[in-house]
């Protein structure tokens, strides 16, 4: 026990103290600094699209007839001219039955001699009255059948004598070997393909348009291409065809993309470019988005009260850096774009850019530090 003094006021000490116990059971509020950006114009509207350097005629070139493959002529990456031979068959049976049927119409040829003085003959002799017209007729017939099988006999060693001409594969036109899909020794069926060959001249660029893009992509349509080994030298180019249908694994379009270059490669990857139509979308970078029940998602900073909300957003093909925004937001929205992982519903946070510098959220304030902080 301790003794009270006169005069001295126990309740106002016992206010104090009571108030600093309020004080230590509620947590301080500490609002975390956040990296915040608007939503910038992504470049010009410009789609972009990888692919790869083909030629425009790339034929698959097999032999016309079955056979064991008795000699490889060139190798892939070749230049070829035109007739070239590029490999043989063993065409030891298709020329003897070449030959067997050069004799067969040897013999029906003897036939038809034979058959024709007989007619004649016959004739002279019918002429004089010494046979009959039934006889007559009989040779006659005889003669027309040996013609017919003399006709049937050349037509047959004509079709063998150019299968043996067919033991070579020849160039169907000058361009390199793309391809070599057999080897000297392999049985090759009549129009399995042995080499693929790029055509010397127009060279494409072959690339998948996704679904939500097809619309745009018509038949002539201009565009521009760039090589992924010179970067900054751009091609015109125009839209030669684009497939009908999806593919059914992928779900995009096969599309091919011509233009005229006397230094590019086959093989080559090539970006394609491709000008929006309409006004240009809007873009984040990536690492601003997130995700709500499955659905791409940002959290959106309130001006007035400086807390984030979870937003769904559209958004289009991803990029190297960032993603094309085709609905869920305005160019004048704040969107947090670091650390969206540690953030929830209704947080406060202070908004800075990328060199740590406070950032101000009014309407019309901090567009050019938006877009330093977005890069």
């Given amino acids: 026990m301790f003794a009270v003094r006169p005069g001295f006021r126990l309740v106002p000490i016992l206010a104090l103290l009571l108030l600093a116990a309020c004080g230590k059971d509620e947590p301080a509020v500490v609002v975390r600094p956040a990296l915040v950006v608007q939503p910038a114009n992504s470049g010009l509207g410009v789609e972009a699209f990888a692919g790869e350097v083909h030629a425009r005629q790339e034929p698959e070139l097999a032999f016309r007839v079955a056979g064991k493959i008795a000699r490889r002529l060139v ?92 033991a070579v594969l020849r160039a169907p036109h000058a361009g390199i070997i793309a391809q070599r899909l057999a080897e000297a020794g392999q049985v090759v069926a009549a129009g399995q393909t042995v080499f693929v060959l790029a055509v010397d001249g127009e060279r494409e660029v072959a ?26 030298k751009r091609y015109q180019a125009t839209l ?9 694994l992928t779900r995009t379009y096969a599309a091919r993309v011509s233009f005229h270059a006397d230094d590019v ?35 959106v900073v309130d001006p007035a009260t400086r807390k984030v909300h979870l937003t769904v957003i559209a958004v289009g093909p991803y990029g190297e850096t960032g993603v094309p925004v085709l609905s869920g937001l305005k160019a004048t929205d ?34 050019a530090a938006s877009v330093t902080a977005a890069r």
Avoid: C, M
């Avoid at 947080?347 to 950032?359: C, F, H, K, M, S």
């Fill in 240 to 248: 030669r065809e684009i497939a009908p249908a999806a593919d059914a």
């Fill in 75 to 166: 190798d892939a990456g070749a230049h070829v001219q035109t007739g070239q031979p590029l490999a043989e068959l063993d065409a030891s049976d298709l020329q003897l039955q070449s030959q067997a049927y050069g004799a067969a119409l040897k013999s029906a040829q003897s036939e038809f001699a034979l058959a024709k003085a007989e007619l004649d003959r016959y004739k002279n002799l019918f002429d004089q009255q010494l046979v009959s017209r039934s006889l007559y007729e009989s040779k006659k017939a005889s003669f027309d059948a040996a013609a017919a099988r003399v006709q049937q006999a050349r037509a047959q060693a004509s079709v063998y004598g150019n299968q043996a001409g067919y």
């Fill in 334 to 367: 704040w969107v947090i774009a670091a650390g969206t992982h540690l953030l929830r519903e209704g947080e406060q946070v202070a908004p800075i850019d990328r060199d740590n510098r406070p950032v101000s959220l009014n309407p019309g304030a901090g567009r």
């Fill in 265 to 299: 490669d086959l093989g080559q990857s090539a970006r394609v470019y491709a000008q929006a139509d309409g006004s240009a979308p809007l873009s984040l970078p990536l690492s601003a988005l997130t995700e709500s029940q499955g659905k791409p998602a940002v959290w």
């Fill in 207 to 232: 690339i998948s348009v996704p679904e939500q893009s097809v619309g745009q992509f018509k038949v002539g349509r201009e565009l521009v291409v760039e090589l992924w080994a010179t970067p900054g």
